[in-house]
């Protein structure tokens, strides 16, 4: 019997990417699985803004920090509402790498 997979806090909402396989060789989402979640929260937001990618730090921390940032968008979107959609972000993708993986 095959042992069930237990969700963590960085792969319980992007365990699997949208073709139904793991999105790289360690499991961790990819930089393109943020950059779609991102856009698709500020079209429900009503917001002209998109992004094109994310600034992913060459390693993944131990502490389960976020290893990604969006500099793209400082000074673009309200810095109050940026901060809500990053805090969001950063709890369903705590933990990303490039997609060349």
Known sequence: ?????????GTMNSQFS??????NQDGFPTASEVV????????ALGLD???EHIAV??????MWLANWDI??????VDAELL??????ARWAYPQVVEDHW
């Open 1 to 9: 019997m095959a042992e069930p997979r237990v969700a963590t806090a």
């Open 18 to 23: 949208e073709g139904g396989h793991l999105p």
């Open 36 to 43: 779609a979640y991102m856009n698709a929260r500020f079209e």
């Open 49 to 51: 803004t998109r992004i």
């Open 57 to 62: 730090l060459p390693y993944t921390n131990p």
């Open 71 to 76: 500099p793209q968008l400082a000074g673009v």
């Open 83 to 88: 901060e809500n959609e990053l805090r969001e």
